[in-house]
């Protein structure tokens, strides 16, 4: 396995951690949130790894592994070949989190660790599900749409939606930050920044 370091991030064979996505890490290990970093990175780790073991199940090759400060981002090695298989592939990430949710409540974990991993998994998966570019809920919106119309009708109604609830996050999120909780702007405002990468 190739490990090389440049200005872009660390890539280790298929796995590249961007620049910024290793300054956040280690901003997050200074300020101390080691448990909760720890179980967040096991959820994401395993929601990843439904996604790469659907893609082999199916036959469809995978490229690469990219960690931004936006989030992880699979590289393909072409399309599904079908709107069924974008699909499965899309769903299998949030479906093994939903999985591990429920039986890490009775795991005999020291502390709170169960419950953190358990919430982490519960919040990655309903999250990704929301049908927003470029969450799985979108991708699997689109293999869903596109298994019964045509691939272009299918990309314009995916991109409709996700766009409306781009613009209806953002004023709901100021809304909510008024009222004391942040947490919903982050999230239109990390979806913005997530586009504008995959724009750049």
Known sequence: M?????????????????????????????TGVGPVLGCCGLAAALHEMGHI???????????????SLVGA????????RSGAEEC???LAGPLINLTTAVPALTAPLPG???YLFAGASLMLALF???PVLPLDGSRALHGALSAFCSLGWADSVTTAVSRLLKLALLPAGA????KGNPSLLVMAVWLLLSERERNV
Request: net charge positive; glycine share 8%.
């Open 175 to 178: 809304w909510c930050a008024a």
């Open 73 to 80: 981002e699979l590289d393909l090695g072409g399309r599904c």
């Open 2 to 30: 190739t490990v090389r370091f440049d200005r872009r991030g660390l890539t280790a064979g298929q796995v590249t951690l961007t620049a910024d996505f290793l300054f956040l890490l280690a901003l997050l290990l200074y």
């Open 88 to 90: 499965l592939v899309a």
């Open 112 to 114: 709170q660790f169960h």
């Open 128 to 130: 990704n599900l929301l």
């Open 53 to 67: 073991l659907c893609c082999r199940a199916l036959g469809v090759p995978v490229r690469r592994l990219r960690l």
